[in-house]
């Protein structure tokens, strides 16, 4: 291969790892071990790799395009933060282009690297499935803003909403609808930062509140984690939903449940998505204001890149951190 035909997704290709990966072992950074980052640099050397770090910076100060990785298609939240990170980046003359990981890390990754191919300004991801290390890779090399997680630190900016208040809000609206005990159905897959933290966030809530609180496991359908927290708790139950997805499926599972109206089932859930929204469904659901959560986004990465008029920020800047109130919109799931 000639001195100046390979690139690091070639390399990234040869090596076996993520291209963000190689532009931080290319550019010696101490995150990366140093087996790995000596084996990188030898494909590199291998395949004749030259860093061209100008022409790589005035690419990206140039791109007018913004990347967005999303975890999946299944979930009515993700396609409205599509719809308004387009927005936010239309009205600063910027384009979206979309890439849809999965739960393989492999196949996330490659998205994440098409984007970084083709030198966009900048990265937005919606709770991304990634260990915090690989998210920090990414933003080593551009711009890049997680939307719904906190940061993982390094130069990673994000937006997402006040997990605690978001809890204190769900549980106190079921105690005073009558739940004498909480359940929280989460996804055992995905990205374990938000859940984990939505987790922990109900857990000092209810305690706070005097309620136990029992946590279940799903996969992608949660009709068996509801049906046996419903079975296990035969007194009036808060069950709390990690999302309007599987909260639809709370509202077909409990359809033949046989409980008195003493003996209620309560369920809220987050995202207050347009299925929420629905008479067949009504669900008590935490709104997460997806508009200034795109706005902020969009914004955090434009300063942090220096597009428009303003300068990018210094490489040693620290993560910054937009952290939004949420609001509970209270519908019929939660009635007695």
């Not at 387009?86 to 600063?92: L, T, V």
């Not at 296990?232 to 939903?241: F, R, S």
Request: hydrophobic content about 45%; overall charge neutral; charged content about 20%.
């Amino acid at each position: 291969m000639s001195p100046h035909a390979a690139t690091q997704s070639d390399i990234a290709l040869a090596a076996g790892v993520s291209r963000s990966l190689v532009s931080l072992a290319l550019a010696g950074s101490p995150k990366v071990a140093r087996h790995t980052r000596e084996r990188i640099e030898e494909v590199a050397r291998d395949m004749g790799y030259r860093v061209n770090v100008a022409a790589s910076s005035l690419a990206r100060q140039s791109s007018s395009i913004i990347g967005l990785v999303l975890p999946n298609l299944r979930n009515a939240f993700f396609e409205r933060m599509a719809r308004c990170l387009n927005e936010a980046a239309s009205q600063r003359g910027m384009t979206l282009f979309v890439t849809v990981g999965s739960e393989d890390p492999v196949a996330l990754h490659r998205a994440i690297d098409s984007l970084l191919g083709v030198r966009v300004a900048g990265i937005a991801m919606v709770s991304p499935w990634l260990p915090g290390q690989d998210v920090v890779a990414v933003g080593e090399e551009v711009a890049t803003c997680v939307i719904g997680r906190r940061s993982p630190g390094g130069r990673i900016d994000a937006v997402h909403i006040d997990e605690r208040a978001a809890a204190g809000l769900v549980v106190a609206h079921l105690r005073e609808r009558g739940a004498s005990s909480l359940a929280y159905v989460r996804p055992r897959t995905g990205e374990a930062t938000s859940r984990l933290e939505r987790e922990a966030a109900l857990a000092d809530a209810a305690r706070e509140a005097g309620l136990p609180l029992a946590v279940y496991g799903c996969a992608d359908e949660a009709g068996p984690a509801v049906r046996a927290a419903e079975s296990t708790h035969p007194e009036p139950l808060g069950l709390v939903m990690h999302n309007d997805v599987l909260a639809i499926d709370a509202v077909a599972a409990l359809r033949t449940a046989r409980r008195g109206q003493d003996a209620p089932v309560l369920i809220a859930s987050y995202d207050n998505t347009y299925l929420a929204q629905r008479e067949e469904f009504s669900l008590t659901s935490v709104n997460q204001p997806e508009a200034v959560m795109a706005a902020r986004a969009i914004e955090l990465i434009c300063q942090r890149a220096g597009l428009g008029a303003q300068a990018p920020l210094a490489d040693d800047e620290p993560a910054r951190s937009v952290v939004l109130t949420p609001t509970l919109a209270i519908r019929s799931s939660s009635a007695r």
